[in-house]
């Protein structure tokens, strides 16, 4: 079977389709990204994924476990995190509380121990604070450990979000265009973390994304999409080929 | 400037992050330890106000400044935990039964207030909070049989492992300060562990927060018990520091005084919840000063200016009328509240970091460092 599957999809708003009977497969280790003009359905493809969205139809498998019907809180202790396009971070907190926020679906300790501090309480939020640790080290966040969010320029803020995701140690990571807003330099690092992401950790990414040049440096596959319906699907380089593709974006 | 160079993840965790601190935190102590030894009953008294606003204050601080879930209803929790303290002490009970049992009633109530919650943002969740206060006033007022309705309750001195504490000695004066330390250093143990950022994750981004895999309603409804249940701790001394309650003590006004604390303390952080009371607490002999002090303080000196004796007299009258008018207090409030949200949004606390941060830069302060910045760009809200 599949690693993760996405099966007849479709989320409807009254009378607007605005994902459309939508199916495909990831495989395990692959970067997978989809890409459509504005308004294609990506972004609420993933909404559905992390379970913000209530799909109209359709199933969605990981690995092999049907978890259409999971609440969204626990999609994370699955091992599936995400980022969000316009950025949802936690604002009046500093970047290491952020970051030990994605420890939250590991942390096991009950809240009576929490309020007297137990010494097991000592000892995972050590645990957590060493893994944190490794994720700053791995996305050179530690000039901004103790920095406050709102004060934090966009380009960062995007990196910290990333690292925010990866503190929740995920399978498969969902990024929502993680290169928008950056400048030309910011997206190359980008570009080299999300392959470092892949090789290094290991986990399996989800994008969506604009930016054609990083879809072609990074992606394995891609999906593309326009009016919530899949129109084609393949490489990088056969997808920009497809003349519904070329069609979708410049105008038949 | 200090700064703290980190070699070991203790350092993150503990609660007191420099040498500096100790020294602080040991003379603040020094300082309240010898106070009742040293200030008169009626100040001692006073003190013992700011304990248990301050009490209320760190609770309101979870609720509203960490979990960011409004409420105008704490005068309820003290309520609840004020008469459970009269009905089960009337019942023979002693102190160390009913004081948590108020605390644990309490956090009951307030967990079932917190499951609307859910459901309810920003000014609707005000107003659901609003109307249980008033239920429960008027649930006091007509359930005569235990609460004795409006002729109040009358509550005797605490027995405490067969000590008699009355509420006027330096025992209650540490009783209090006990609780107090303790329900802050149990709320800084909270916010330091999983719950605690959960807390704020949900104020600042319940999506992301979701996200991340935290349960939304289970987190909401903890910090609505976990506020009620210290509120309901507050309300016990309440009842043993007035030694009499009735349904029109705990009226929508101490609400906003509760709220007052954090919004004059600075709504961020445990600092703010001390100041706040500490404000609030004091208010009130300002409000008796101005009425009885002030307006024979301008006639004396209108009288230095040459103006005549009737007219000084008249000028005193009038004065004293307008200070003693009814609502006076609730119109300083409002005043108060409107000032500081418009000139201090950060409240004392964040007046007190300013002044800190100026002198640890001088002469590099810059005036921008604490504006708040406003974000024009949030994805859609999945709420």
Known sequence: ?252 | MRFIFKTDYEQDIKLLQHGGHWWSYGLLFAVLAAAPYLVGSYLQSQLVFVFIYAIVGVALMILVGFTGQGSIGHAAFLAIGAYTAAYLQARGYPFEVYFPAAGILTGIVGAIVGIPALRLHGIYLLIATISFAFIVEEVLARWESVTHGNEGMRVRAIEFFGQTVSRDSNSFYFLCLGILVLVIIGTLNLMRSPTGRAFIAIRDSETAAKSMGVDIGRYKVRSFAISAAITGLAGTLYAHKMSFISPEMFTLLLSIEFIMVIIIGGAFGLHGAILGAIFIVMVDPLITMLKDDVPGMIAAFSRGFGVGEDAARAIQDRLYAIFSAPGLKGAIYGLIIILFVLFEPLGLYGRWLKIKLYFQLFPLYKRATFRRQKTYVKSERNR
């Open chain 1, 1 to 252: 079977m599949s690693y993760f599957r996405v099966d007849n999809l479709s989320l409807h708003f009254g009378g607007l389709k605005a994902v459309d009977a939508v199916s495909f497969e990831i495989r395990q280790g692959e970067i997978f990204t989809i890409i459509g003009p504005n308004g294609a359905g990506k972004t609420s493809i993933f909404n559905m994924i992390s379970r913000l969205y209530e799909p109209t139809t359709g199933h969605l498998f990981f690995e092999d476990r049907d978890i259409t019907e999971v609440p969204p809180h626990q999609i994370a202790s699955m091992g599936i995190a995400r980022t969000f396009q316009n950025i949802e971070l936690f604002d009046n907190a500093s970047v290491l509380s952020n970051l030990l926020v994605g420890r939250h679906c590991h942390s096991r300790t009950q809240l009576w121990q929490e309020i007297m501090f137990m010494p097991n309480v000592r000892r995972a939020e050590k645990a957590h604070r060493s893994k944190v640790e490794e994720v700053i080290e791995f996305l050179d966040l530690q000039a901004y450990r103790e920095k406050i969010i709102a004060g934090l320029p966009y380009g960062v803020r995007k990196v910290v979000e990333l690292a925010r995701a990866l503190c929740s140690e995920p399978k498969l990571i969902l990024l929502d265009e993680p290169s928008s807003g950056l400048n030309v330099e910011e997206t190359d690092d980008m570009s080299f973390w999300i392959r470092d992401i892949k090789n290094e950790l290991g986990i399996t990414v989800l994008m969506v994304e604009h930016d054609m040049s990083l879809v072609n440096r990074v992606s394995d596959r891609v999906l593309a999409l326009n009016y919530g319906r899949v129109i084609a699907e393949g490489t990088p380089a056969d997808v920009q080929r497809h003349p519904d593709v070329v069609a979708a974006y410049l105008g038949a």
